[in-house]
């Protein structure tokens, strides 16, 4: 029998997603060629689930730069192209069909597309508050992307040039408060640690620019200027917990 010719792997580096897990991979099972998902040493349910839609699991460790494993899947992906997901995404059927048009067309000048993103949180599309669209770096061709792995708020990096693509996925970011804050304190802690990577300095000035100036910037600029009041309450709350980052990753920071 001659080998499947794969147009189109799916991505996915995972730990801990048992909650999310099911669903995104239900949201690709059906149009995919390939799923590639690699498992960071998970002691929930997140491998029993994977292996319901794929054998091609690599469990390995879990850095701390999760963009390492995420780099891990999308180098065993054998398929012409390559659409990277993280587990709290959903492909709407809508985007499936455009995916699947980009993929058949045969068009070779373009080597990555962005797509925009329905963010959630707690339960609430963030219509505002820069949060719609929210374009990341998602669909790329094979051997012309990579993940740099220096910053947590990195997105591949594709060569040459790139496109976008209109029909957005839906991305169940935030469940609860809990689930916010668990994420939170991941992110914060790597920022700390980026902090003493660049050699910033423990002084008055860094004190008071991060637990004075950012925060103020950083609400003023999702709630007025990006108009998250439109959001409502979810909107007030988002954007004072994102002005939190900056005094909680500053505190991090002292104690390195």
Not at 5 to 15: D, H, Q, T
Not at 83 to 107: F, Y
Not at 202 to 223: E, G
């Amino acid at each position: 029998m001659a080998k499947k010719n794969i147009k189109l792997s799916v991505a996915i580096a995972v730990f801990n997603e048992e909650k999310n897990l099911e669903a995104c991979l239900a949201s690709v099972a059906a149009f995919a060629d390939e799923i590639i998902v690699v498992d960071g040493g998970s002691v929930d349910a997140t491998v029993a689930i994977a292996r319901k839609f794929t054998s091609r699991i690599i469990e390995t460790d879990n850095p701390a730069m999760f963009h390492i494993n995420k780099q891990k899947a999308l180098d065993a992906c054998s398929g012409e192209w390559i659409l990277q997901l993280d587990a709290d995404e959903r492909i709407t059927p809508a985007l499936q069909n455009e995916i699947l048009s980009v993929v058949n067309s045969g068009k070779s000048d373009i080597n990555g597309y962005f797509i925009p993103r329905r963010n959630y949180f707690w339960g609430h599309w963030m219509r505002k508050g820069g949060q719609y669209p929210d374009y990341v770096m998602r669909l790329v061709r094979r051997g012309y992307a990579h993940f740099p792995a220096k910053s947590v708020h990195e997105q591949i990096e594709a060569v040459g040039k790139s496109g976008y693509l209109t029909e957005p996925m839906d991305h169940i970011s935030y469940r609860t408060r809990e689930d916010y804050w668990r994420k939170a304190d991941t992110y914060t802690t790597l920022e700390a640690h980026q902090m003493k990577k660049n050699g910033v300095q423990k002084n008055a000035w860094t004190w008071f620019l991060y637990n004075v100036i950012k925060p103020k910037i950083t609400f003023l600029s999702l709630f007025i200027r990006h108009k998250g009041f439109m959001d409502g309450w979810y909107g007030l709350v988002f954007a004072y917990w994102s002005a939190l980052h900056f005094p909680i990753t500053y505190k991090k920071f002292v104690q390195l």
